[in-house]
């Protein structure tokens, strides 16, 4: 039997309609939710993804807005400019976009950015509250994952989940979520990485399986267990022989292992869909925390 | 043949040993490490522990520096205590005694330790660094727990460690250690609660089992594999049947499992005797630190 294929388009659409409801909410009160996004220099994919955000903005209704710094900008340039968006009562959301020039210090930036404006989850305090289970925002594309698994039914509480990569975005945030005893969470869980041995041995003992290590169709038919829910975090460009174009896929061998898996999420259309909402999620979250 | 046993006092006095030898080191460059310690009320537990704290300075050379404040301390002159250690250059590391009189909000308490200072790495802010692999203080139960079995010789890599304990003390600290991709780490880890369904099914398949439970028994050899690793961090009173003295039992059925574990840290005699000393190499670390040598 064929796997259901979990939606993230329609999951993103729900999830939009309910942040529309919200803003019109805020807007009655005077307040309307605003992430500011920081870039030092011209990374394409940083731009690239400042294009996403843009667009998901304009959809969702959040306003925002770029500080464009130049490549030559010092650590004060940007610690002042963070600091500045800090004070600014009308902004609610900082994102900083990273990788920075290496003359700057990212770990030190991030760790400026104010806590209860923090939607992307990066300070490290943000991080410590996560696992520590006090409230905060959570990194978009974990959260995206959970929302996900709870809106299409499959609550992680008393699962097994195997998370594959354990990198500081996905892995490890997804990971202090999941273990907390808290609604969507309560599961047990084990992080493990490519380079395991007897990767497959592991995988295999998943319920919720979420591939997140980055590597094109890495998960393969007989790494997933019978009726488990495949959760693929991964976007991969690989060429496709058919047009000559580069095609997105996944981390997930998606249609070997959708004859074996219970539910799955495809790529794209999946975990990446909601990924974008969540931090339009997070920043209408800081904006309503912002008048209590 | 029979589990080997892991030493944990062994173990403690041969960091202390090393530790001796890095603050005279220390103090040859014009830097004494600090500790500073503070415990409200005269709960005799807590007195008892402090004053282990204050021996193991002693030892190991480390300034220290307790601050004891009568039961009914408020919450404000606590918190005026804290910020005068903050401010002090002498004091690179600074602990609360827990538990502390109901009155006073542990967490705030703890959240006003910066985190420069905070050798326990209870601050949102070290626990989210250790997380992130970034350079941080964690909490001493984890730090010995890793030492433990660094010192006795496993590489962690690829193994699956599995822990029994989610808390904030143990379970998480440790996998923020263990997932890390660093040389003594880069394991496959797994979180269990005490009452995860069929916990068998993953105990089974642990090369190392971290158990921390304070249930006598709990772990049992028919959950186990042949050749794994058990560290025992549970401590339930029990009274001996046949002495009828009161004597401290772990999570594992020591007796049980020694033929089928490889090794065993015991308890009495295993993680326990090695916080203190985790704490003195936590403050030596904050004055390296302070001190821009690390």
Known sequence: ?292 | MPAIILDGKKISSEIREELKGEVNRLKAQGVVPGLSGILVGEEPGSTTYVGLKSKACEEVGVREAMVHLPETVTERELLITIDKLNKDPKVHAIFIQLPMPKHLSEEKALAAIIPEKDVDGFHAMNVGRAWLGQPAFVPAVAIAIHEMLTRSGYDLKDKNVVIVNTDSMVGRPLASILVQDKATARANVTLCHPNTADLASYTCRADILIVSVNKPKFITADMIQKGAVLIDFGATFVEDPVTKKRKTVGDVDAEGVKEKASAISPVPGGVGPMLVTMLMLSTVQAAKMAAGLS
């Open chain 1, 1 to 292: 039997m064929t796997a259901e294929i979990i939606d993230g388009r329609k999951i993103a659409a729900d999830i939009q309609g309910e942040l529309k409801q919200r803003i019109a909410n805020l807007q009655k009160k005077g307040v309307s939710p605003k992430l500011v996004t920081i870039l030092v220099g011209e990374d394409p994919a940083s731009l690239s993804y400042l294009r996403g955000i843009t667009r998901s903005c304009g959809e969702v209704g959040v306003l925002t807005d770029s500080a464009k710094l130049p490549a030559t900008a010092t650590q004060k340039d940007l610690l002042n400019k963070i600091q500045e968006l800090n004070r600014d009562d009308k902004v609610h959301g900082i994102l900083l976009f990273l990788p920075l020039p290496k003359h700057l210090n990212a770990l030190e930036a991030e760790s400026a950015i104010s806590p209860a404006k923090d939607v992307d989850g990066t300070n490290p305090i943000s991080a410590g509250k996560l696992l520590l289970g006090e409230e905060t925002f959570f990194p978009s594309t974990p959260y995206g994952v959970q929302e996900l698994l709870m809106r299409s039914g499959h609550n992680p509480d008393g699962k097994h989940v195997v998370i594959v990569g354990r990198s500081n975005i996905v892995g490890k945030p997804l990971m202090g979520m999941l273990i907390q005893k808290q609604k969507g969470a309560n599961a047990t869980v084990t992080v493990c990485h490519t380079g395991t041995r007897n990767l497959a041995e592991v995988t295999k003992q998943a319920d919720i399986l979420v591939a997140a290590m980055g590597k094109a169709k890495a998960v393969t038919a007989d790494m997933v267990r019978h009726g488990a829910i495949v959760a693929d975090v991964g976007v991969n460009f690989i060429p496709d022989p058919a047009t000559g174009k580069n095609k997105q896929v996944g981390d997930v061998d998606f249609e070997a292992v959708k004859e074996i898996a219970g539910a799955i999420t495809p790529v794209p259309g999946g975990t990446g869909a909601v990924t974008s909402m969540m931090l339009m999620a997070n920043t209408v979250r800081a904006a309503e925390t912002s008048i209590k």
